[in-house]
């Protein structure tokens, strides 16, 4: 019963990184600490390669209806990378298992899940509609950046932040896109987002694999659920009430960041 509990919890996270780019980490992370009992630096590990699994599946779905921005997802990828790696050395050299550094990734994962809330809000309040389809030139304008140096550094925040909890490259790295990109279309946003994740969850992952804080029987019943649901949800993305999710998760999100700063 509890490995359909999983499957099904995988469905519910992949649907909803479709439908908004949020969820990967920010949601399955939680989900496994407080419903199923996962230690959280088990969880983190493990979540991290679900998310490149997950997010490969809806890169690939975008990458089909060319809205992926690839000049954006690169610059990020050059500061989330690196920032990935260094932050692997350190967890290598004190263990992810030590006392200390499991409280630190518990703190750590509570105040990027309320940062998480915080963003998603700023979406649903500020956010604002764009066309979806851009021509060539202006398309070309909304992938610049006010400096170049920008999105490498914003890059390498997120880099840190979800290696040490495995959320950020979601709602966080939304809003970053929107402050970077505000001309960009919110679907190639959401595109851009779910892209760059791959690369820097697979190497964070991976990283975490190599220090044992990988569940791989969890992690194929995760994904037994998440790839057919991040493939409903990048179909259904322009039908839904996308305020009305994201407030709702944000509530959730916020919730439980609470639950894990407080605790």
């Known amino acids: 019963m509890q490995d359909f ?27 496994l600490i407080f419903f199923f009992g996962v230690k959280p630096y088990m969880a983190v590990g493990t979540d991290l390669l679900f998310a490149a699994f997950t997010k490969a599946g809806g890169t690939f779905s975008f990458a089909r209806q060319r809205i992926v921005p690839w000049r954006v997802v690169m610059a990020l990828c050059a500061g989330s990378i690196p920032a990935s790696g260094a932050t692997l050395w350190v967890l290598h050299n004190i263990g992810p298992s030590d006392p200390t550094v499991e409280k630190v990734m518990k703190l750590t994962l509570g105040l990027a899940l309320l940062l998480t809330a915080s963003a998603m809000l700023y979406k649903v309040i500020r956010g604002k509609q764009v066309p979806v389809v851009l021509a060539e030139e202006n398309l070309r304008q909304a992938t610049q950046p006010g400096h170049w140096a920008l999105p490498v550094l914003f890059g390498a925040a997120i880099g840190t932040l979800v290696t040490l909890t495995s ?7 939304v809003t970053v896109l929107m402050i970077l990109y505000p001309q960009l279309p919110l679907s190639r946003i959401v595109a851009a987002d779910i892209a760059y994740a791959v690369p820097l969850t697979m190497v964070a992952g991976l990283g975490h694999a190599s220090l044992g804080s990988v569940d791989w029987s969890l992690l194929s019943l995760l994904l037994a659920g998440s790839l057919p649901g991040i493939w409903l949800g990048t179909r259904l993305m322009h039908k839904t009430p996308e305020r009305v999710i994201r407030s709702i998760l944000s509530v959730l999100l916020a919730w439980a960041g609470s639950k894990l700063v407080f605790a």
């Open 5 to 31: 509990g999983f499957v099904f919890a995988g469905f519910f996270v992949g649907l909803v990184v479709g439908l908004t780019g949020v969820g990967g980490g920010s949601l399955m992370t939680p989900i």
């Open 167 to 173: 959320v950020g490259a979601g709602a966080i790295g």
